[in-house]
Nanobody, 126 residues
Framework: VQLQASGGGLVQAGGSLRLSCAASGRTASTCPMGWFRQAPGKEREIVAAINWSGSSTYYADSVKGRFTISRDNAKNTVYLQMNSLKPEDTAVYYC????????????????????WGQGTQVTVSS
């Protein structure tokens, strides 16, 4: 599985961005997926996760109500719609795929993902 993240950029506080993660590979359209982020000097953290069917999602408390994760399995793409962005959302955002999943669940720990995209920078100015 190869993952290509895009959509990052510079935005003012209160603005919106939509990140995309295009997946390629034999099982790409049926993998549980997640978005993580890492800010300078901080540990990587989960932002949102989605099961393979798209029926169940998870959000970190810090983004709940502002971010939405979704997927289009026909396009092998997972999205992260980010609204009401805050300066503290500034980070490199990574998408990840779990190719060894069992059951229709989402996963929230980094070690549960075996493929990662290259990251896309999101910068929110105050």
């Amino acid at each position: 599985v190869q993952l290509q993240a895009s959509g990052g950029g510079l935005v003012q506080a209160g603005g919106s961005l939509r990140l995309s993660c295009a997946a390629s590979g034999r099982t790409a359209s049926t993998c549980p997926m997640g978005w993580f982020r890492q800010a300078p000097g901080k540990e990587r953290e989960i932002v949102a996760a989605i099961n393979w069917s798209g029926s169940s999602t998870y959000y970190a408390d810090s983004v709940k109500g502002r971010f939405t994760i979704s997927r289009d399995n026909a396009k092998n793409t997972v999205y992260l719609q980010m609204n009401s962005l805050k300066p503290e959302d500034t980070a490199v955002y990574y998408c990840a795929a779990n190719t060894y999943w069992r059951g229709n669940y989402y996963y929230t720990e980094g070690y549960e993902y075996d493929y990662w995209g290259q990251g896309t920078q999101v910068t929110v100015s105050s």
